[in-house]
């Protein structure tokens, strides 16, 4: 499993999104790892990390991923930070591994099953289509439907940095497809009351991947959670209001908020 790690501290764990590795914390890496131990990686089988021809791709497994790569850097506890995708696999961790979680932050994600709320169908087959999966084309249609319109107006610059940088990490498509089956059937609805570490739940105002009203459910539904609502911004908040994201979050980790 490719990974790095930036800076010194307390260890942080970055968990990317869906069909995304190290690379899509190019906003929060050089700002976090002025006070923490950085670490980023690129999930198995995805860009850098190869996977075997049997083996499977689920959200348990890049948990337990996490977990090895903790032990091989010798960390026993890290703070712990996932987004969408990486979400669910944070919220695995956390609730299998819980003595491996010091803080916990959760962005534009969801606990899953049946009262996730859904985006639209126009967005569910953004993603759900694999046709030339790894094309410029491809890309930039299902990634662009992730930023608010007011952003993608204002900002292509940051649109067309991130979708270059995805276009320069293949993702197969078995994987692909594992990640997208892993993310449908995903549910821990029932269980996130367990969680006890100290948990940032963080969104965009207006996220139409993964709907604003799933953060504030997943808030409601864990004990020592806060919520913050970043105005303005769409699924991808961390990199629309990059500033404001990795304030709110290196501000929760050294114990404010």
């Not at 190290?22 to 860009?47: C, H, L, M, N």
């Not at 850098?48 to 090895?68: F, G, L, N, Q, Y």
């Not at 900002?155 to 089956?181: A, H, I, W």
């Amino acid at each position: 499993m490719y990974y790095d790690i930036h800076g010194s501290g307390e260890t942080l764990v970055l968990i990317p999104g869906f069909a995304s590795g190290a690379w899509s914390w190019s906003w929060q890496i050089e700002e976090f790892a002025k006070r923490f131990q950085v670490v980023a990686f690129d999930p198995r089988g995805i860009s850098r990390s190869k996977i075997d021809e049997d083996e499977t791709v689920s959200i348990p497994s890049i948990a337990d991923d996490v977990v090895a790569l903790l032990d091989k850097i010798g960390s026993d506890r890290a703070h712990i930070l996932g987004i969408s995708f990486g979400g669910f696999v944070a919220l695995d961790l956390a609730l299998r591994f819980p003595e491996r979680v010091q803080r916990l932050v959760l962005a534009s994600t969801s606990f899953g099953g049946p009262n996730h709320v859904a985006p639209s169908m126009q967005v569910l087959a953004a993603f759900a289509s694999t046709d030339g999966l790894n094309t410029a084309e491809r890309i930039r249609k299902y990634l662009t439907v992730a930023f608010s319109p007011k952003f993608v107006e204002t900002d292509g610059t940051s649109v067309d940095r991130f979708c270059e940088l995805r276009e320069n990490n293949f993702v197969p498509r078995k994987v692909y497809m594992q990640q997208l089956q892993a993310a449908l059937s995903f549910n821990v609805e029932d269980q996130v009351p367990e969680i006890g570490c100290d948990t940032l739940v963080i969104s965009g105002d207006n996220d139409v991947v993964v709907p604003t009203q799933n953060s504030r459910n997943l808030s409601d539904a864990i004990p020592n959670s806060r919520l913050a609502i970043i105005g303005d911004s769409g699924h991808m908040a961390f990199i629309e209001k990059a500033s404001e994201f990795n304030r709110l979050v290196t501000d929760f980790l050294e114990g404010g908020i």
